[in-house]
Nanobody, 115 residues
Framework: QVQVADSGGGLVQPGGSLRLSCAAS????????MGWYRQRPGIERELVAT???????HYADSVTGRFTISRDSAKNAIYLQMSNLKPEDTAVYYC?????????WGQGTQVTVSS
């Protein structure tokens, strides 16, 4: 079973940028889709962005135009480039991989947007 580990969170000022990384322990092409989710205080975990094995992407309305998801099969990784960050983007961000028969989650990485 391929595992994933996310990283790259931190403290950033409003309007700033961060890039999150998700490294897989094996071939990411085994996943039908991979993505990023986040959990904000008091709110259920929500989808941020996904990318399919074929490269199709999908974004939550709240991040469209500000966040970009990408995948690198050679490095067995996906990324989330976040720009123009807002305080409401503060959350724990989780990498996810969906296989035909199992799902995997990263341990989460904290993103805090504050001045």
């Amino acid at each position: 079973q391929v595992q994933v580990a996310d990283s790259g969170g931190g403290l950033v000022q409003p309007g700033g940028s961060l890039r999150l990384s998700c490294a897989a322990s094996g071939n990411i092409d085994t996943f039908i889709v991979m993505g990023w989710y986040r959990q904000r205080p008091g709110i259920e975990r929500e989808l941020v962005a996904t990318v399919t094995r074929g490269g199709d992407t999908h974004y939550a309305d709240s991040v469209t135009g500000r966040f970009t998801i990408s995948r690198d099969s050679a490095k067995n990784a996906i990324y989330l480039q976040m720009s123009n960050l807002k305080p409401e983007d503060t959350a724990v961000y989780y990498c996810n991989g969906e296989h035909l028969i199992y799902s995997v989650w990263g341990q989460g990485t904290q993103v805090t947007v504050s001045s």
